[in-house]
């Protein structure tokens, strides 16, 4: 059975929301982040820069969170949460999953590790308003990448499994988004059953 270590409220969220939308099972494992678990054996010997998710299929070991829900959708439900490889729907399903985390991602993580992430003496906090003007910014690329009801138009992809994460990220961290079309968008994903299955899932363990 597919294993998923990870924690609530963290990257893994995504994993196990792609887990859900193709209907596989597999088991949860909490990794206690606040008490220093990920540093430690026995998770330290899976991924040894101490983070999740990690994905265990097998004797494959997965980490980084677009790997791994581009591989379940590749090997479990192909066509259905990730494009063909080889075709021009699968280099804009990357596009936008590589824009999740390089561009929307990583100023929710400056802000975050700003915050409270970094030990107290490398904190910055002028870097936090940097990175609030900076996802401003990057909403609005993604407001103009937003075509239809999903990313890739009509289809529900692995790639707004990323980018709604990340969007649930900023809701939390309450930063503004006024644009009526990202709201709607947001509004779509947070209502799908897969997502609410997953987040159960990890606050149950």
Not at 167 to 194: C, G, H, I, N
Request: with cysteine.
């Amino acid at each position: 059975m597919i294993q998923v270590y990870g924690h609530a409220r963290t990257r893994s969220l995504r994993v196990c929301w792609a887990l859900e939308e193709i209907g596989a099972e597999y088991r949860f494992i909490d990794v206690d982040l606040p008490s220093g678990a990920a540093r430690r054996e026995p998770f330290i010997s899976l991924n040894p820069g101490g983070k999740v998710p990690v994905l265990l299929d097998g004797d494959l070991v997965l980490t980084e969170s677009p790997v791994i829900v581009t591989y379940l959708g590749d090997q479990y439900a192909p066509g259905k949460l990730v494009p063909a490889v080889g075709t021009l729907l699968r280099a804009r399903y990357e596009q936008w999953s590589y824009f999740a985390v390089t561009e929307l991602e990583q100023p929710l993580w400056t802000m975050a590790k700003h915050r409270f992430a970094l030990p107290e003496a490398r904190r910055v906090p002028a870097m936090i308003d940097c990175a609030v003007w900076e996802f401003g910014r990057t909403l609005k690329a993604l407001e103009k990448g937003l075509q239809g009801p999903y990313i890739l138009g009509d289809a529900f992809s692995a790639a707004d499994i990323l980018l709604g994460h990340t969007l649930l990220w900023a809701q939390a961290f309450k930063l503004e988004m006024s644009s009526p079309t990202l709201l709607d968008y947001l509004q779509r994903l947070s209502l799908r059953p897969a997502l609410a299955r997953a987040m159960a899932r990890e606050a149950a363990a």
